[in-house]
């Protein structure tokens, strides 16, 4: 039996399947971004689609060739994101009866988003892998088509759709950095690219938490499986045909860690105003580590996705002003008598820092008891302000470490 692959003439099918019911989203370019990294960056913004994923794309051109036979029998996918509600959305739009199994561990928001277009939602197994031998079987036992999220060649074949539309608007883009999970979006968009413009580059992204598509492509076996904010491409073995095409088609795959990704998060939301979910901005997380290697090109990024939990998106915020300086942990050690506790305070105001948090200890610890320690967060402009400030302290008698 011949491999199932998937051609340009596949994608190109895809696009005009796909035009009018998925958001031709725009590709736009950024100044500020390409001043920071050093090569042109282009943005193309699949987290405004109206589920806020990408995943619409393969979803739709998956049920927009179903038989009528099979449409009546009805779908089923398995997902704990945003393959269930590109799913639901167009199952719901083109009247077929869906089912979505989801893990129980699924956060009721994402349910809730999901159940919003009408399937019926069965919650089964502690991990993913526990959901999908769930969902294959309930498809076997009531003759519904599953719906794989990326190992299936007209999925993959919608996902290229966005090649297409970023080479329609900015021909010039030399190289592509693609979010990798299980290889979907990477393998359509590499088959598309190839097949407009051979010269291309296409570079995959994953977290190095999850590292199966880099280990296929390079041989190599890192251990995975430990919790990652990328979720969307927290993927434990990519597809057979996504791993054969990004062999053929694909030049790299690298490697990002958490931390890289939290920054660049917080780079997009800052800079584009837009917010990105971990593998979202997994693409300028590799520009901003790696920026010798892109120096002088014309990159296009994918922001992928843009479901995160408000919850999870403060905190990265927060982490990643304490990282750059923005938020600053100080300790006095003063002697405990009345206005010292007022001269800090004082002096912070003077150096222009905003107190965000203050504590006043006098009984935890080895200091002696005329002498308190006050630990204080404040707010800062960045790590030279942060020296000026403890550069202030120390003049004012009120010696501070960083901690």
């Not at 190599?220 to 969307?232: F, K, L, N, R, S």
């Not at 004082?346 to 008891?369: C, K, P, V, Y």
Request: aromatic content about 4%; hydrophobic content about 50%.
């Amino acid at each position: 039996m011949t491999a199932p692959t998937v051609t340009l003439a596949d994608v190109e099918a895809a696009a005009r399947r796909l035009e009018g019911r998925v958001v031709r989203t725009p590709c736009l370019h950024s100044r500020t971004l390409s001043a920071i990294v050093g090569c042109e960056v282009w943005l193309k913004f699949e987290n405004l689609q109206f589920t806020a994923s990408f995943k619409e794309r393969g979803a739709l051109n998956r049920l927009a060739q179903l038989t009528d036979a099979e449409r009546a029998r009805g779908v089923l996918a398995v997902s704990a994101g945003n393959h269930a509600q590109g799913v639901a959305l167009h199952a719901q739009r083109l009247g077929i009866p869906a089912t979505i199994v989801m893990p129980r561990f699924t956060p009721s928001v994402k349910v809730e988003a999901t159940r919003a277009f009408g399937p019926r939602i069965v919650l089964e197994g502690d991990t993913l892998e526990d959901a999908r031998a769930h969902g294959l079987a309930l498809a076997r036992d009531e003759g519904l088509v599953f719906v794989h999220p990326y190992e299936d060649p007209a999925v993959i074949a919608g996902q290229g759709t966005i090649a297409l539309e970023m080479l329609d608007e900015v021909p010039e883009l030399d190289t592509l950095v693609i979010a990798v999970g299980g290889g979907g979006l990477v393998a359509g968009i590499a088959v598309a690219a190839h097949g407009r413009r051979p010269g291309l580059e296409v570079i995959g992204v994953q977290t190095e938490r999850y590292p199966a598509m880099y280990d296929a492509f390079h041989g190599t076996v890192h251990p995975q499986g430990t919790g990652t904010i990328a979720e969307g491409i927290a993927v434990g073995l990519p597809g057979d045909i996504n791993v054969r095409l990004a062999r053929e088609l694909v030049a790299d795959v690298v490697l990002v860690t958490e931390g890289e990704i939290e920054h660049a998060i917080v780079a997009l939301l800052e800079i584009e105003k837009t917010v990105a979910e971990g593998a979202g901005a997994a693409g300028l997380a590799a520009l901003l580590t790696d920026r010798a290697r892109f120096a002088g090109r014309r990159v296009g990024l994918v922001l992928c996705g843009g479901n995160i939990d408000p919850l999870l998106l403060a905190a990265i915020v927060r982490r990643e002003m304490v990282r750059s300086g923005r938020l600053a942990r100080l300790r006095i050690e003063i002697r405990d008598r009345p206005g010292a506790l007022a001269a800090i305070t004082t002096e912070l105001a003077r150096a222009g820092a905003n107190i965000e948090e203050i504590q006043h200890q006098r009984i935890f610890g080895a200091m002696s008891a005329e002498r308190a320690a006050v630990e204080v967060i404040v707010q800062t402009r960045g790590e030279a302000h942060v020296a000026e400030i403890l550069a202030g302290l120390e003049v004012a008698g009120l010696p501070a470490v960083r901690f």
